[in-house]
């Protein structure tokens, strides 16, 4: 059975109402008059654009003071409009969802590619002068024809050990076992060590060659959350708006906020990071079981580190270099770009990521630059940096969640499943976990269940 269409059973299954109490179930549906919705990242505005194409009364209201969540371009050249990902980065080819917004709102969407330097144990070497070793390319190819020949209870084996343990228990040679190490974790933000197996090998089995790191939208995935704003209108979405209680009774549900304000309709759908969700206050209060999810998912620290160089002394438009240095991993971020400048992003994952996001931009611009060392003087070519952390974001307090051992078939539906008038979304609970698609398609679904 494959990932997708077990998670179609699931979410089916996961309609059913959690409630803190059965006295509080409400049977009576009617189409909703007024809408709410938490959050104005890609979940949300999803979910908004859904409303909206249905005439059905809304608001959206949104912590931040911009729009997109982690969805965050950046514009690092100012003369020459060169601008950066510091938050969600690309479009997959498998990407169905956010296809058909950018093809709505007439966005051009450029490979986004590329083609991996390795820096080793102290050696550079090219992307065509590196590889798995063949037996272990062999024997992953099997794997991943294999399953979608997985059972049910093979596939929760499969999410009871973690994404290390299931490579080492395949047969994976030492030096094989250390590259999917740094190369698989820049997919989680986290150690292989920390990350469900059935996670882990799901989204390679159902992935595209690249692994969904495929397209980018022209102008920064950013462009797709203006466009929608603008289309929905800005009347509708509250920026700076912090939520502090949420209250049912009767049928309705009203949010009150830090400012005072308050907002009442028949529905609410909550699209937020689960740090931001544990902050607020509600009453009846959510179900143990939910309040015990949220406090066991964890989020991806994932630091990037744009720096701008006055040329782009790597040489190729497809350049990216994997390394086993604390910077660990580079794109070139201004891909398609047209200038003489260009950008590179230093990606880096958990304990690395504090490293560089606990420090001040002397210490990363060296670590930066001591990393590409064996490329080029680096410094000779150095304008300007940016930081941003996402481990100490203060609304996410990391980038995208992690399922770990056990969590993706115990947690994930409890997350999902919606509280009396209170529907979930947001890349946390979506099959396509940790991408914008996955934000877009459980936004555009929570609304569907609340219009419904």
Same mark, same amino acid.
């Given at each position: 059975?494959?990932?997708?269409?077990?998670?179609?059973?699931?979410?089916?299954?996961?309609?059913?109402?959690?409630?803190? $109490?059965?006295?509080l179930?409400?049977?009576?549906?009617?189409?909703?008059?007024?809408?709410?919705?938490?959050?104005?990242?890609f979940?949300?505005?999803?979910?908004?654009?859904?409303?909206h194409d249905?005439?059905?009364?809304?608001?959206?209201?949104?912590?931040?003071?911009?729009?997109?969540?982690?969805?965050?371009?950046h514009v690092l050249?100012?003369?020459?409009d060169?601008?950066?990902?510091?938050?969600?980065?690309?479009?997959?080819?498998?990407?169905?969802?956010v296809?058909?917004?950018?093809?709505?709102?007439?966005?051009e969407?450029f490979?986004?590619?590329?083609?991996?330097d390795?820096?080793?144990?102290?050696?550079?070497?090219?992307?065509?002068?590196?590889?798995?070793?063949?037996? !272990?390319k062999?024997?992953?190819?099997?794997?991943?024809?294999?399953?979608?020949?997985?059972?049910?209870?093979?596939?929760r084996?499969?999410?009871n050990?973690?994404? !290390?343990?299931?490579?080492?228990?395949?047969?994976?040679p030492?030096?094989d076992?250390?590259?999917?190490?740094?190369?698989?974790?820049?997919?989680f933000g986290e150690?292989?060590?920390?990350?469900?197996?059935?996670?882990a090998?799901?989204?390679?089995?159902?992935?595209?060659?690249?692994?969904?790191?495929?397209?980018k939208?022209k102008?920064?995935?950013?462009?797709?959350?203006?466009?929608?704003?603008?289309?929905?209108?800005s009347?509708?979405?509250?920026l700076?708006?912090?939520?502090?209680a949420?209250?049912?009774?009767n049928?309705?549900?009203?949010?009150?906020?830090?400012n005072?304000?308050t907002?009442?309709?028949?529905?609410?759908?909550?699209?937020?990071p689960?740090?931001?969700?544990?902050k607020?206050?509600?009453?009846?209060a959510?179900?143990?079981e939910?309040?015990n999810?949220? $406090?066991?998912?964890q989020?991806a620290?994932?630091?990037k580190?744009?720096?701008?160089?006055?040329?782009?002394f790597?040489?190729?438009e497809?350049?990216?270099?994997?390394?086993?240095?604390?910077?660990?991993?580079?794109?070139?971020a201004?891909? $398609?770009?047209?200038?003489?400048?260009?950008?590179?992003?230093?990606?880096?994952?958990?304990?690395?990521?504090d490293?560089?996001?606990?420090?001040?931009?002397?210490?990363?611009?060296?670590?930066?630059?001591?990393?590409?060392?064996?490329?080029?003087?680096?410094?000779?070519?150095?304008r300007?940096?940016?930081?941003?952390y996402?481990?100490?974001?203060?609304?996410?307090?990391?980038s995208?969640?992690?399922y770990?051992?056990?969590? !993706?078939?115990?947690?994930?539906?409890?997350?999902a499943?919606?509280?009396? $008038?209170?529907?979930?979304?947001?890349?946390?609970?979506a099959?396509?976990?940790?991408?914008?698609?996955?934000?877009?398609?459980?936004?555009?679904?929570?609304?569907?269940?609340?219009l419904?």
């Amino acid at each position: 059975m494959k990932r997708r269409t077990f998670l179609s059973l699931g979410a089916a299954a996961g309609t059913a109402t959690l409630v803190a $109490n059965p006295s509080l179930t409400q049977a009576i549906r009617t189409k909703p008059a007024r809408i709410i919705v938490l959050g104005a990242g890609f979940s949300g505005l999803s979910a908004a654009l859904k409303l909206h194409d249905a005439k059905t009364d809304f608001v959206v209201l949104e912590s931040r003071n911009r729009v997109g969540g982690r969805v965050f371009t950046h514009v690092l050249d100012d003369a020459n409009d060169l601008r950066v990902e510091l938050g969600a980065e690309w479009v997959g080819r498998s990407h169905e969802e956010v296809q058909k917004l950018c093809k709505r709102f007439d966005i051009e969407l450029f490979n986004n590619q590329f083609e991996t330097d390795l820096l080793f144990r102290g050696s550079y070497q090219p992307s065509d002068q590196w590889e798995y070793s063949e037996e !272990w390319k062999k024997r992953f190819e099997e794997i991943l024809k294999n399953f979608k020949n997985l059972s049910d209870a093979q596939q929760r084996e499969l999410d009871n050990m973690d994404w !290390w343990r299931f490579l080492v228990n395949n047969g994976i040679p030492e030096n094989d076992l250390f590259l999917r190490e740094l190369l698989d974790s820049t997919d989680f933000g986290e150690s292989i060590r920390h990350v469900s197996g059935f996670s882990a090998l799901s989204e390679y089995a159902e992935s595209s060659k690249k692994n969904e790191m495929d397209f980018k939208m022209k102008g920064g995935n950013g462009t797709l959350a203006r466009k929608i704003a603008e289309h929905i209108g800005s009347d509708k979405i509250k920026l700076g708006y912090h939520v502090e209680a949420i209250e049912q009774k009767n049928g309705k549900v009203k949010v009150i906020c830090t400012n005072g304000e308050t907002f009442e309709a028949d529905r609410l759908i909550c699209t937020i990071p689960t740090f931001s969700l544990s902050k607020i206050k509600f009453t009846p209060a959510l179900p143990k079981e939910k309040i015990n999810a949220i $406090n066991a998912l964890q989020y991806a620290r994932i630091n990037k580190h744009a720096v701008l160089f006055s040329e782009r002394f790597w040489g190729r438009e497809d350049f990216d270099l994997i390394t086993d240095t604390s910077a660990h991993y580079f794109y070139h971020a201004t891909k $398609n770009q047209p200038a003489k400048s260009g950008a590179l992003i230093s990606y880096s994952i958990g304990e690395k990521a504090d490293v560089f996001g606990w420090n001040d931009d002397h210490l990363r611009k060296q670590m930066v630059l001591e990393s590409l060392r064996p490329l080029a003087r680096a410094e000779d070519y150095f304008r300007k940096e940016v930081n941003y952390y996402w481990g100490s974001d203060h609304y996410s307090k990391g980038s995208y969640a992690v399922y770990g051992k056990g969590q !993706w078939f115990s947690i994930r539906p409890i997350l999902a499943a919606k509280f009396l $008038n209170i529907h979930f979304a947001g890349e946390h609970i979506a099959d396509w976990q940790g991408f914008m698609e996955g934000a877009v398609a459980t936004g555009a679904e929570a609304a569907e269940a609340a219009l419904a």
